[in-house]
């Protein structure tokens, strides 16, 4: 395979496309990618079309959505963020980065990459190279469990057993909490027990609020994460936590929030409603000039290389990078046995 990229032209439209190469400039590396990881997120709402860019301005000075006044500028091209690769060419004064070095970082579907030297960190030694497509997915589970400051022994319900998901239960038990892992897919919950939850509650047959109070003693849950991006199911996170409790909405939502009543338990039990978004400066407020996104994902990958978080079970499929299309209509189709899709890169 040459310089390719992946390229989306429209809806469902995508393809891998030919590209040049970069040229190699000061302070850069060149990278192969040995793989790929697809989000099930972020990537979906650009592939269907839902993603609020698609529609609107981001007005970075207001840091609000605004009307748009230009066409959408298809197509995408090299859209991703879950990569790992081998350093196959260096900047003459990069000093920390040599050929044959497996590293991860972000550039997005595509064979080759210049990039910032910096921009790249080594694979730990003896680390099979596809857990590190988890680096970006790891990052988010674990701004959302730190934004909701989790204690020893708190009751923490988890919604939504995707990868994100499966990787913050099993963040929080490292935390401390008592995690009750939510789902309708009985495969994803079975890993969400082989992580540590302590229960695991299927909403295709009881109730995951009712669960939650029977486990606390009528109490509710002290934090939910919600990590699902549905509303039924953050409006379900509200009503599962207790009086004053915090409810970390940390899925990214598409559309309106129709089945969400903040009439009900948001209102009459004053939850706290956080907002998690790995891109941010901190995952929280409180935490700033301690955590940054980048001590975020590399506390991750520090505790998979520990061994701590085992990723790898995650990974349902790895296909050809010239199989992409595929790959999306798959994650797009939504069967339950589907988790982490890995493109590989040749």
């Not at 040049?20 to 079309?49: H, K």
Request: proline letters at 7%; a negative charge.
């Amino acid at each position: 395979m040459g310089n390719w990229v992946v390229s989306l032209a429209g809806p469902r439209r995508i393809s891998l496309e030919p590209c040049p190469p970069d040229p190699l400039g000061p302070g850069q590396v060149r990278v192969r990618t040995c793989y790929s990881g697809i989000s099930a997120g972020t990537e979906l709402t650009l592939y269907r079309g839902s993603n609020p860019r698609l529609s609107k301005d981001w007005d970075d000075a207001a840091r609000m959505f605004v009307p748009r006044q230009t066409p959408v500028p298809y197509p995408l091209v090299g859209f991703g963020y879950e990569e790992v690769g081998e350093v196959v060419e260096v900047a003459s004064e990069v000093a920390d980065r040599h050929p044959g070095q497996l590293v991860w970082g972000i550039w997005g579907h595509r064979a080759e990459a210049v990039l910032a030297a910096d921009a790249v960190r080594p694979l730990p030694a003896g680390l099979d190279p596809l857990a590190a497509v988890f680096a970006r997915p790891g990052a988010i589970a674990l701004t959302a469990v730190l934004a909701g400051d989790l204690h020893l022994g708190d009751w923490v319900g988890v919604f939504g057993q995707g990868v994100i998901g499966l990787l913050a239960t099993r963040l929080a038990v490292l935390s401390g909490a008592r995690v009750v892992a939510v789902d309708r897919v009985p495969e994803r919950l079975e890993h969400a027990a082989r992580y540590g939850a302590r229960f695991t509650v299927n909403v295709a047959v009881e109730s995951a609020a009712a669960a939650l109070h029977a486990a606390t003693g009528g109490r509710g849950a002290d934090v939910c994460l919600e990590l699902s991006g549905a509303y039924p199911a953050l409006h379900e996170a509200i009503r599962s936590t207790v009086h004053a409790g915090r409810v970390v909405a940390a899925g990214f939502y598409q559309g309106q929030a129709d089945a969400l009543g903040l009439g009900e338990e948001f209102h009459h039990n004053r939850i706290q409603l956080v907002a998690a978004q790995v891109s941010g400066p901190t995952p929280a407020p409180s935490m700033a000039g301690r955590w940054t996104g980048d001590r975020v994902a590399q506390t991750f990958m520090d505790l998979v290389a520990e061994r701590s978080v085992d990723p790898l079970p995650l990974i349902s499929h790895i296909v050809d990078a010239s199989a992409v299309a595929d790959a999306l209509a798959l994650l797009d189709r939504g069967a339950g046995d589907i988790l982490q899709v890995v493109l590989r890169f040749s």
